[in-house]
């Protein structure tokens, strides 16, 4: 079955203590992309990436790392959380085609850092 | 930059009344548009979308969405809503210059009365 898995799907933690959100997917697209969404202000991008070891900062990216070693993979890292990097987290991806760029997301990772 | 403006953010109705949401985007050239649709926790799934030809596109449940580019206006209707509807629903625009970035609007939260 195509799908984009993240893990986990809820992470509780503290100010400052490294995390690492996980994103994988079986579909071998070129494209993948990282989003916060925030009541109210919909999905923001925080990174994304053409390609292998090509990444890009979205439009909210401090605060965040990413990686692309390998074409399925593209973790979220949080190197020192903050309280205002709680949030709803998805991944998504997609084969870029031309210009029709259907993504398809995880299913969320619900991040709260206290 | 794009951008993407939706005007209702929260939709109370009863069931078999009929929807609409609005959204406009701004961006001065091409544009390919979306409706995508969150049921309660759930991942983000693609209700519709626009490319190019006929600005009137039907989606899976019923929904369709027109595209009225004078407007700068890709507004989501359904005739007649049910329960499971109940959603969040966002905009979300690609510009033709943008390379695969999606903008999402805020999202709208549709809550439909049994």
């Known amino acids: 079955e195509a799908q984009v898995t993240q893990n986990p799907r809820y992470l509780i933690t503290v100010t400052g203590k490294k995390l690492t959100v996980t994103c994988s997917q079986n579909?071998?697209?070129?494209?993948m992309s990282w989003y916060r969404q925030d009541p109210g202000l919909g999905l923001r991008q925080i990174y994304y990436?053409?390609?292998?070891?090509?990444?890009d900062k979205g439009d909210v990216p401090e605060g965040y790392k990413v990686s692309r070693k390998e074409k399925r993979n593209f973790p979220l890292i949080l190197e020192s959380p903050s309280p205002n990097q709680t949030s709803l987290y998805f991944c998504?991806?997609?084969?870029?085609?031309?210009?029709?760029?259907?993504?398809?997301f995880g299913a969320g990772t619900r991040l709260s850092v206290l | 930059a794009q951008s993407v403006s939706q005007h209702n953010h929260h939709v109370i109705l009863s069931e078999a009344a009929s929807l609409e949401l609005g959204c406009n985007y701004s961006?001065?050239?091409?544009?390919?548009l979306f409706w995508y649709v969150q049921y309660p926790g759930q991942h983000l799934q693609l209700l519709l979308k626009y490319f190019s030809g006929d600005p009137l596109v039907k989606g899976i449940k019923g929904f369709e969405a027109e595209f009225i580019k004078s407007k700068f206006s890709f507004n989501l209707r359904k005739p007649s809503v049910q329960w499971s509807d109940t959603a969040e629903y966002f905009c979300a625009v690609e510009g033709k210059a943008a390379g695969n970035k999606l903008t999402f609007g805020g999202g709208t939260r549709v809550l439909v009365k049994p």
């Open positions: 579909m071998n697209h070129e494209y």
């Open positions: 990436s053409m390609n292998v070891e090509v990444t």
């Open positions: 998504a991806s997609s084969t870029p085609g031309g210009f029709k760029n259907i993504q398809y």
């Open positions: 961006y001065g050239g091409t544009v390919n």
